[in-house]
């Protein structure tokens, strides 16, 4: 039996910005022409956002990844990927879906490799790709044939490249987590076929390349050293572990500075854990959205966490107080993937409204709260 990950339309803090009520002043909201922020009153001056590119795309943007030197961006829609190149905001290479697919095949995930030359993308088709970013052709692909096995068999919901560039991790609905060597483009190892709990909707690597996160369907996360032993796990809450989410753990991202693993559920909070501790304490649960967290990404400074969500918002919260500083609206559908830059104060979201929209540096301001 397959398991099926639609496309949803797709110790605590409380602090719900939703809670907040704005005075006639207005000193609490930031409007653009079609979009606005609402700020915490509590927290004023220590955030500034702008709306400063949008793209239009044909399809539902299932993805988007900065390249490492923050020049580009690759976005992930049905049948294919394009890559933008930042300065011009110009298209610079597209990766497939030039024609209308026959059946519906969206990039559910994707990733650049560290020296930024490769582009790595998981479809629902079950097929892993490698790209050229320079020519737009086809690298490689995982399973490498028609006749594997494994070919095609399995939707992929994620993917993950460590940061010394040698291993691509894959996940999706076969409950399986994969490794593959992208050094040499060999196919080295599964993940000694570790069949997890249930489909995996999400991985992440850590900065030191020493560490493997998988979120999956079933609320739980597992975590394991990158040579595949010492697995730790979060189980999903109960009555008895009331820590754990209560729903999928839809993304997950580790903080740039190593220091925390960072889980969005569809129980439509984010949770920050411990994971170099062996039990992976609960540090902190973050509130405020009012429905499905599909997207988490941590700034370059490790310092502010971005969440995108179902109800069309994005939340930025400050990670060492817990306090939520701002809501910006203005997607008219899911903001299924945020990401934030590697080299400046700037982040992109990605949505179901067919839009992908990036905040510039200038506008994007992260002052000590």
């Given at each position: 039996?397959?398991?099926?990950?639609?496309?949803?339309?797709?110790?605590?803090?409380?602090?719900?910005?939703?809670?907040?009520?704005?005075?006639?002043?207005?000193?609490?909201r930031k409007d653009g022409l079609d979009w606005h922020a609402e700020f915490n009153s509590n927290t004023l001056g220590a955030l500034d956002v702008d709306?400063?590119?949008?793209?239009?795309?044909?399809?539902?943007?299932?993805?988007?990844?900065?390249?490492?030197?923050?020049?580009?961006?690759?976005?992930?829609?049905?049948?294919?990927?394009?890559?933008?190149?930042?300065?011009?905001?110009?298209?610079?290479?597209?990766?497939?879906?030039?024609?209308?697919?026959?059946?519906?095949?969206?990039?559910?995930?994707?990733?650049?490799?560290?020296?930024?030359?490769?582009?790595?993308?998981?479809?629902?088709?079950?097929?892993?790709?490698?790209?050229?970013?320079?020519?737009?052709?086809?690298?490689?692909?995982?399973?490498?044939?028609?006749?594997?096995?494994?070919?095609?068999?399995?939707?992929?919901?994620?993917?993950?490249?460590?940061?010394?560039?040698?291993?691509?991790?894959?996940?999706?609905?076969?409950?399986?987590?994969?490794?593959?060597?992208?050094?040499?483009?060999?196919?080295?190892?599964?993940?000694?076929n570790i069949e997890v709990s249930d489909g995996v909707c999400s991985l992440a690597t850590s900065s030191d390349c020493q560490f493997i996160a998988a979120?999956?369907?079933?609320?739980?996360?597992?975590?394991?050293?990158?040579?595949?032993?010492?697995?730790?796990?979060?189980?999903?809450?109960?009555?008895?572990?009331?820590?754990?989410?209560?729903?999928?753990?839809?993304?997950?991202?580790?903080?740039?500075?190593?220091?925390?693993?960072?889980?969005?559920?569809?129980?439509?909070?984010?949770?920050?854990?411990?994971?170099?501790?062996?039990?992976?304490?609960?540090?902190?649960?973050?509130?405020?959205?009012?429905?499905?967290?599909?997207?988490?990404?941590?700034?370059?400074?490790?310092?502010?966490?971005?969440?995108?969500?179902?109800?069309?918002?994005?939340?930025?919260?400050?990670?060492?107080?817990?306090?939520?500083?701002?809501?910006?609206?203005?997607?008219?559908?899911?903001?299924?993937?945020?990401?934030?830059?590697?080299?400046?104060?700037?982040?992109?979201?990605?949505?179901?409204?067919?839009?992908?929209?990036?905040?510039?540096?200038?506008?994007?301001?992260?002052?000590?709260?």
């Amino acid at each position: 039996m397959r398991v099926q990950i639609p496309m949803r339309g797709l110790n605590s803090v409380n602090n719900a910005l939703a809670a907040l009520t704005l005075d006639p002043s207005q000193q609490h909201r930031k409007d653009g022409l079609d979009w606005h922020a609402e700020f915490n009153s509590n927290t004023l001056g220590a955030l500034d956002v702008d709306l400063g590119e949008t793209f239009h795309l044909n399809s539902v943007v299932c993805s988007a990844s900065f390249s490492p030197d923050g020049k580009f961006l690759a976005v992930g829609y049905n049948s294919g990927a394009s890559i933008y190149r930042l300065e011009d905001s110009r298209m610079v290479v597209q990766l497939g879906g030039v024609e209308p697919p026959p059946v519906d095949n969206y990039v559910r995930s994707l990733c650049f490799s560290p020296n930024g030359m490769l582009l790595v993308t998981g479809s629902e088709d079950g097929i892993l790709r490698v790209w050229n970013n320079a020519t737009g052709s086809l690298y490689r692909t995982f399973p490498d044939s028609p006749s594997h096995p494994g070919f095609g068999n399995s939707d992929i919901y994620a993917v993950a490249v460590s940061t010394d560039g040698h291993l691509i991790a894959s996940g999706g609905a076969n409950k399986i987590v994969t490794l593959n060597d992208l050094s040499s483009l060999e196919i080295s190892w599964k993940f000694m076929n570790i069949e997890v709990s249930d489909g995996v909707c999400s991985l992440a690597t850590s900065s030191d390349c020493q560490f493997i996160a998988a979120g999956l369907v079933d609320g739980s996360i597992v975590i394991w050293n990158i040579s595949g032993s010492n697995e730790r796990r979060i189980n999903k809450a109960t009555e008895n572990s009331p820590d754990g989410h209560k729903d999928a753990a839809y993304s997950i991202s580790f903080s740039p500075d190593g220091s925390l693993l960072f889980s969005g559920s569809l129980d439509h909070t984010v949770k920050a854990w411990d994971f170099r501790s062996a039990s992976v304490p609960l540090v902190r649960t973050y509130h405020g959205p009012t429905d499905y967290v599909v997207s988490v990404s941590v700034t370059r400074d490790s310092k502010w966490l971005l969440a995108g969500s179902k109800d069309r918002s994005v939340y930025i919260w400050n990670i060492s107080t817990g306090l939520l500083h701002l809501k910006l609206s203005g997607h008219k559908n899911t903001v299924i993937s945020v990401a934030a830059s590697p080299t400046e104060d700037a982040f992109v979201t990605a949505s179901g409204d067919m839009t992908v929209r990036k905040n510039p540096k200038s506008e994007f301001k992260c002052k000590a709260a």
